[in-house]
């Protein structure tokens, strides 16, 4: 048996190591004979990885100058070459794990996998491996509806009708690629029209099916990651169906009334069960559908993209739409990252560029041609122009620069804001910002949550419907406005800060004096699905009173949510709700899939390895109108925060 020291005394590795990753090593250790130490911590490290969102320990990384851990992660302030336990460099690790009996190519049951310069986990490698021969077969496959480009071209002509923002119409493209290929991904910013995009593109493989004699139409499922984005993706997909069918033929009329509008998120659509990694639906029990979208596929990780692969048809196609730019997935991998890796530059091979112009009437730019383009850059379409805001309003602009990694811009944005951006600061102890960000305002703010909760509440004797629809508007308002964070804990975290404003509204005679965890008006966020309430995790209710039927003069507290359908709502007693907790704050993470009118996003007062690029551009993109970004730190945190992007070790497309 090897010696297996003490893990956690390991120079730049302690801060990174759980008891997890040391229980593996020991693990190892006792069953490994006359293994090298620094295979062992090799071992450890890789596990300790997955923490932070890598499926995989690169080497390469490891063994170079920031030491194996990307910047903005814990323990990367000051870092200069290769942790000091790391012996002989690139080749002394992989001489090392040559030595170990635990490391495998994957061909056997080895725990470790080492693949070039990266080594895995076994389970992730793969689970990388099966997601890349998935998807070569689907690049690979033709779609009946591709044989017939002229159809194809009748059908996108026939859903747009409306000349495009831009040349060329890269939403016409994008249903045109989908629609010659099994696999295909629609990637953009916010507002840039993926939803619109996918309904048009549902509409035309419907028709063509029914072309095709297909009578019954194509078996269409639409889903997403969450319950809050597949809620917003239903509100959205319903508001397309209704502008398209208001201007539609009797042809395609029939063809949109065959869009579902149901959304499904990826755990029920696949069936998961509790306290097992085991889906209902799965290689041996494939799901029975032609065609699955699923949106925000930015916060699908591995294990959940490897599921979903496993569980569709070897016939049916798979369409993802997601910000390549968003935060990825909270567990480990950014597999829409790596699969749009090159998506800003097309790669598009004349071939390609030639069918899509017989599919579609658009031509490819120069600038997006490439002869050497892979299989997979044909599958991918960015969409260019945003719809929710101009490139050069205030947000627009802010986004920009923080997705390119400009400081100096973001930092002269923000000395001289334009419309629609402020920022805020917030020190000594002050309370000011809580106004200055728009939180306290009357109109805008929390206050207007509560004063539409209070003046607009119906007659005690009104309908039903009545009661309804005080909901919506309360729920409306709610969507109006949201302060958003970086992290979850600490005083400039989601639970200090919604301790902080709720302090703040009781003071203003907003919220009860006496202290009770019900009252109305209070918004509150449900933390984990409850199937049989139709909740799940990420939606967000707000507690109100209704007449109480067992007193002619008495009121009690239900939860408000909206319903799977537009208008419909969901009242739920506080005593049956899953975990819950107010929302106030919200952190960027679990804003994903959401919009709001106004945003205040405020940033930590210190470093921290969650505050990167992505995080600031995802969470000033969920404002539509107004962006007050909250400072109570330096400035040089937000240049910080400006700098890291978040460079997760892959391999799961190119190994």
Not at 184 to 202: A, N, Y
Not at 236 to 265: K, M, Q
Not at 417 to 440: K, N, Y
Request: proline share 7%.
């Amino acid at each position: 048996m090897t010696e297996f020291p003490d893990w956690l005394a390991f120079d730049r590795l302690e801060e990174d190591v759980r008891d997890l990753d040391v229980a593996f090593g020991r693990l190892l250790a006792c069953q490994a004979h006359g293994v090298p130490a620094l295979a062992l911590r090799l071992a450890v490290a890789c596990s300790a990885r997955l923490a932070h969102g890598h499926p995989c320990l690169d080497l390469d990384i490891l063994c170079g100058p920031d030491g194996g851990v990307p910047a903005g992660e814990a323990g990367a302030q000051g870092r200069a070459g290769p942790p000091d336990w790391v012996e002989g460099g690139l080749d002394g690790c992989l001489a090392a794990l040559a030595a170990a009996d635990f490391v495998g190519d994957g061909g056997g049951p080895e725990p470790l996998v080492l693949q070039g310069h990266r080594l895995y986990l076994a389970r992730y490698w793969r689970a990388g491996r099966r997601i890349r021969e998935d998807i070569g077969r689907r690049l690979a496959l033709e779609p009946p509806e591709a044989r017939d480009p002229a159809l194809i071209r009748a059908w996108l002509d026939a859903v747009f009708t409306d000349p495009p923002p831009e040349t060329p119409d890269w939403q016409k493209l994008a249903c045109a690629t989908a629609l010659l290929h099994g696999f295909s991904i629609v990637t953009g910013g916010p507002g840039t029209g993926k939803t619109t995009t996918v309904v048009r593109l549902l509409a035309v493989l419907q028709g063509l099916a029914r072309a095709r004699g297909l009578e019954r139409g194509l078996r269409i499922r639409l889903a997403a990651p969450t319950g809050k984005a597949a809620a917003r993706l239903n509100e959205s997909i319903a508001g397309a169906l209704d502008r398209l069918t208001a201007s539609a033929d009797a042809d395609l009329g029939a063809a949109l009334e065959r869009v579902p509008a149901e959304v499904f998120t990826l755990h029920r659509l696949l069936g998961s069960r509790p306290d097992t990694r085991r889906m209902k639906f799965h290689a041996g029990n494939p799901l029975d559908l032609d065609v699955l979208v699923v949106d925000e596929a930015s916060m699908m990780d591995i294990e959940m993209m490897d599921a979903v692969l496993a569980a569709l048809p070897a016939h049916a196609r798979l369409v993802l739409l997601g910000d390549k730019d968003q935060l990825a997935s909270v567990e480990a991998g950014a597999v829409l990252g790596e699969l749009c890796a090159r998506a800003q530059d097309g790669h598009y091979t004349p071939a390609q560029c030639d069918r899509l112009r017989e599919c579609c009437g658009e031509i490819v730019p120069e600038a997006w041609r490439d002869p050497a383009g892979t299989a997979l850059d044909q599958a991918v379409v960015m969409l260019r122009h945003s719809h929710r805001f101009q490139a050069d309003s205030g947000i627009g602009r802010f986004a920009a620069a923080v997705n390119r990694g400009d400081a100096p811009d973001v930092a002269a944005l923000l000395r001289h804001p334009p419309d629609g951006l402020s920022l805020v600061r917030a020190r000594g102890g002050s309370d000011a910002w809580l106004r200055d960000s728009g939180i306290l305002d009357g109109h805008a703010g929390y206050p207007a949550l509560f004063r539409v909760a209070r003046d607009e509440r119906p007659e005690r004797q009104a309908s039903p419907a009545d009661w309804d629809r005080w909901a919506r508007a309360v729920l409306a308002q709610q969507g109006r406005f949201q302060v958003l964070c970086a992290l979850r804990d600490g005083p400039w975290g989601a639970r200090g800060l919604n301790r902080r404003i709720e302090s703040r509204l009781r003071a203003e005679g907003w919220v009860p004096v006496a202290e009770q965890s019900w009252y109305p008006g209070r918004p509150v966020l449900v933390l984990r699905n409850h199937a049989a309430l139709g909740l799940a995790n990420g939606d967000i209710g707000v507690a109100l009173p209704v007449p109480d039927p067992a007193r002619d003069d008495g009121w009690m507290i239900r939860v408000a949510f909206a319903g799977a359908s537009r208008d419909a709502v969901r009242w739920v007693s506080p005593a049956r709700l899953p975990e819950v907790e107010t929302v106030y704050a919200l952190t960027v993470h679990k804003s994903q899939g959401s919009e709001f009118d106004r945003v205040a996003l405020v940033l930590p007062d210190r470093r921290s390895p969650l505050l990167t690029r992505e995080l600031l551009y995802t969470g000033a993109t969920r404002a539509r109108c107004a962006l007050a970004l909250v400072l109570p730190g330096e400035d040089i945190l937000l240049e910080h925060a400006v700098r890291q992007a978040t460079r997760r070790a892959g391999g799961i497309w190119n190994p």
